[in-house]
């Protein structure tokens, strides 16, 4: 903890050398007077004033002056001599929000938050609670255990705070708001974006691997191509009728990650970390998958679930349910080969990418004919053996091969 403090003590000091701005919460301007350091925070990190007294750190000062000037006091000898005004402040060349809140006074970039208050009330006031702070309470007050699960036919509107997906080599993508349509039979939940493309190549962006409140999607995502020098407004949807079939309901968090590709080498530019937009719904409910049903495997991180049952296709004989679970910090992918329905050589399809920490329900589609497997519907079918083959899937590595048995029906 003393590095984190030694870190964040260091990066007040270099904020004015920062060259990124956030956009600014409604602000006023400060009273004049002298302000106490009263809590640091870096991402979920954050130093209070109690840490602070008891570290002795808790001299740091900021005095705001009523000639629009700033003096800031980290305690060794060299003050900083600062400007604010019209709800910023800098040192002249590089401004940062700064956010006003009775006696305290807050100001940061994007990673890192510096809260001051004014001296006398540090150690009685507490400032108000960002909509950051209160969504983190939520989440503090109400653990997974405790919160209701979804139900997967209740569809609620939600927003979302403009998303940052990726500005990297001259390649950024922000997600921008949620449209929702209750439509029983085509809502759907539409999230927009913005592509803008400052390279010299033709690009292909998709979205990869993409899973709603932690289950993996069926549909979904971005497949858009730019060209050099150009931009793209567009969005892509996750209809209602799909989500039920996960098991989800109202959408609180999204994840994926981001694939750049030379549209026209089809070279890979990058592939970013995943990532999560959370809506406003997050932290309210939970997803609740039913994992009942014959477990096939439960090994190297990988558990994998099958519903002895076959279930009617509207373009296939049939299909039977999975759940594959992924607890590896790697995307796996799982495979079918060497199937036999009642003991004939049967055509089926299981092929599921899970992403790592998620889940993933899905099924093996019969694709064989009736009279292939010497039956005449799917309720015939009383076994099925086959083998499942798990990867890891970015590397093409075999994790295991697993040879099963299901009793259809018994």
Not at 109 to 118: E, I, L, R, V, Y
Not at 255 to 281: C, G, H, N, P, Q
Not at 287 to 300: C, R, S, W
Not at 349 to 378: F, H, Q, R
Request: proline share 3%; glycine share 8%; with cysteine.
């Amino acid at each position: 903890m003393t590095k984190k403090i030694t870190s964040l003590v260091l990066a007040l000091v270099m904020l004015f050398s920062l060259t990124t701005i956030i956009a600014s919460a409604e602000t006023t301007d400060p009273a004049p007077g002298k302000y106490v350091i009263y809590s640091m925070s870096e991402g979920d990190t954050t130093i209070d004033r109690d840490m602070l007294v008891e570290i002795e750190m808790d001299g740091i000062s900021l005095t705001i002056n009523d000639d629009g000037t700033a003096v800031m006091d980290m305690g060794d000898g060299d003050p900083t001599t600062l400007a604010w005004g019209n709800g910023e402040i800098g040192d002249g060349e590089d401004a940062y929000p700064l956010t006003v809140d009775g006696d305290f006074i807050s100001f940061g970039d994007d990673s890192m938050k510096f809260t001051f208050c004014a001296e006398g009330a540090a150690d009685t006031a507490a400032p108000a609670k960002d909509e950051k702070d209160e969504k983190e309470d939520k989440k503090e007050d109400k653990k997974d255990g405790d919160l209701p699960a979804e139900d997967p036919a209740v569809h609620e509107e939600v927003t979302i705070e403009e998303f940052v997906a990726l500005d990297q080599d001259d390649i950024s993508l922000k997600f921008k708001e949620v449209a929702f349509d209750d439509d029983p039979k085509w809502g759907y939940y539409e999230f927009s974006y913005v592509l803008k493309n400052g390279t010299d190549k033709n690009l292909s962006v998709t979205t990869d691997n993409v899973s709603v409140n932690g289950i993996m999607t069926v549909s979904g995502g971005i497949w858009e191509s730019v060209d050099a020098g150009k931009n793209a407004k567009n969005n892509f949807r996750l209809y209602l009728s799909d989500l039920e079939k996960i098991g989800v309901g109202t959408i609180r968090d999204l994840t994926f990650r981001i694939e750049v590709k030379d549209s026209d080498s089809y070279d890979e530019i990058l592939t970013t970390d995943f990532m999560t937009i959370e809506t406003s719904a997050f932290g309210t409910a939970t997803t609740a998958v039913d994992t009942e049903g014959k477990e096939l495997y439960n090994d190297n991180g990988v558990k994998i679930i099958a519903k002895e049952t076959v279930l009617p296709d509207d373009y296939n004989l049939g299909k039977v349910p999975f759940v594959i679970e992924n607890t590896n910090d790697y995307v796996i992918y799982v495979s079918d080969s060497n199937t036999y329905i009642n003991g004939w050589d049967a055509t089926t399809s299981l092929y599921k990418e899970v992403a790592p920490g998620k889940t993933a329900i899905c099924t093996m589609n019969i694709y064989s004919e009736a009279d292939d497997l010497d039956i005449e519907t799917y309720e015939d079918i009383t076994e099925l053996e086959s083998d499942l083959n798990i990867y890891e899937n970015d590397d093409w590595k075999k994790i295991d091969t697993v040879s099963i048995e299901l009793a259809i029906g018994k």
